[in-house]
């Protein structure tokens, strides 16, 4: 595959995360001093920043990867946002970042950014309101049984779902929130000049002190086992063999039945 001509674009879930950073500054006016992007890459990991700064941030860090490098590991790009906060002449109170990748799924940067600082940590956030006067921040979660809400000190860690900043629309799918969809701003292109003049700062790893020389190996990838077809039963079988044919169903979850 060459890929010398395509375009870098973001993971699905930054550009809600930087929507939700530019609504909080709508909501909270002059609380919210500057908005500031960062992302880990090779030199064309550029063109994700300046679609945020496009987008309504005021500035952005690019650590900058060799084209040739391997993708940094969870663990190496918390350590390199937890250096690039730390060097920041302001306080940092608020970082938003996408819940997991989409390459190795690990989920688990936000978590050690949040370990790493000892800050407050909410994940799967679907909505966030912040108590600006009492510094607090109350964050529903994406959970497996529904939502959970959970009320976080500043500073924090939020990593996003999909749904955060969504917009509601009319009922018309089988799964009961799928019509609930993440709306990002859309950035115009008068907006991607004006990014063009504002500033990206460029650092190496190594500027800031952190290796992120890979200490996990892949042994192999296979794929999953194919799939057999499945076993037809009547219904005059499965009445008369209720009890065992659960127990085989269990035992067989590839199986079904079907009333002939």
Same mark, same amino acid.
């Given at each position: 595959?060459?890929?010398?001509?395509?375009?870098?674009?973001?993971?699905?879930?930054?550009?809600?995360?930087?929507?939700?950073?530019?609504?909080? =500054?709508? &909501? $909270?006016?002059?609380? !919210?001093?500057?908005?500031?992007? @960062?992302?880990?890459?090779?030199?064309? /990991?550029?063109?994700?920043?300046?679609?945020?700064?496009?987008?309504?941030?005021?500035?952005?860090?690019?650590?900058?990867?060799?084209?040739?490098?391997?993708?940094?590991?969870?663990?190496?790009?918390?350590?390199?946002?937890?250096?690039?906060?730390?060097?920041?002449?302001?306080?940092?109170?608020?970082?938003?970042?996408?819940?997991?990748?989409?390459?190795?799924?690990?989920?688990?940067?936000?978590?050690?950014?949040?370990?790493?600082?000892?800050?407050?940590?909410?994940?799967?956030?679907?909505?966030?309101?912040?108590?600006?006067?009492?510094?607090?921040?109350?964050?529903?979660?994406?959970?497996?049984?529904?939502?959970?809400?959970? =009320?976080? &000190? $500043?500073?924090?860690? !939020?990593?996003?779902?999909?749904? @955060?900043?969504?917009?509601?629309?009319? /009922?018309?799918?089988?799964?009961?929130?799928?019509?609930?969809?993440?709306?990002?701003?859309?950035?115009?292109?008068?907006?991607?000049?004006?990014?063009?003049?504002?500033?990206?700062?460029?650092?190496?790893?190594?500027?800031?002190?952190?290796?992120?020389?890979?200490?996990?190996?892949?042994?192999?990838?296979?794929?999953?086992?194919?799939?057999?077809?499945?076993?037809?039963?009547?219904?005059?079988?499965?009445?008369?063999?209720?009890?065992?044919?659960?127990?085989?169903?269990?035992?067989?979850?590839?199986?079904?039945?079907?009333?002939?």
């Amino acid at each position: 595959m060459t890929t010398g001509h395509q375009s870098f674009e973001s993971l699905p879930r930054i550009p809600v995360a930087v929507e939700e950073a530019v609504r909080l =500054r709508e &909501k $909270l006016k002059d609380a !919210v001093k500057s908005i500031k992007v @960062l992302t880990v890459g090779p030199p064309k /990991a550029a063109e994700t920043l300046r679609t945020a700064l496009a987008m309504g941030a005021d500035s952005g860090i690019h650590v900058e990867l060799p084209e040739t490098a391997p993708s940094p590991e969870p663990l190496s790009i918390a350590k390199l946002i937890k250096a690039s906060i730390e060097r920041q002449k302001e306080p940092v109170d608020l970082v938003i970042m996408g819940k997991q990748a989409i390459d190795d799924d690990a989920g688990q940067t936000g978590q050690m950014l949040a370990g790493l600082l000892g800050w407050s940590q909410a994940t799967f956030a679907s909505k966030i309101e912040v108590d600006e006067a009492n510094k607090v921040v109350l964050v529903t979660r994406e959970i497996d049984g529904g939502l959970q809400e959970v =009320r976080c &000190k $500043l500073p924090l860690i !939020v990593t996003t779902d999909l749904r @955060l900043n969504g917009e509601l629309y009319p /009922a018309s799918h089988n799964y009961i929130d799928a019509n609930f969809v993440a709306e990002p701003r859309y950035a115009s292109l008068p907006n991607i000049m004006k990014a063009k003049k504002k500033p990206v700062e460029k650092f190496q790893p190594s500027d800031l002190g952190v290796d992120v020389t890979p200490v996990l190996e892949t042994i192999k990838i296979t794929e999953p086992a194919k799939r057999v077809g499945g076993t037809r039963v009547s219904l005059s079988f499965y009445r008369k063999n209720v009890r065992r044919l659960n127990y085989v169903l269990r035992l067989n979850p590839s199986m079904s039945w079907s009333p002939n």
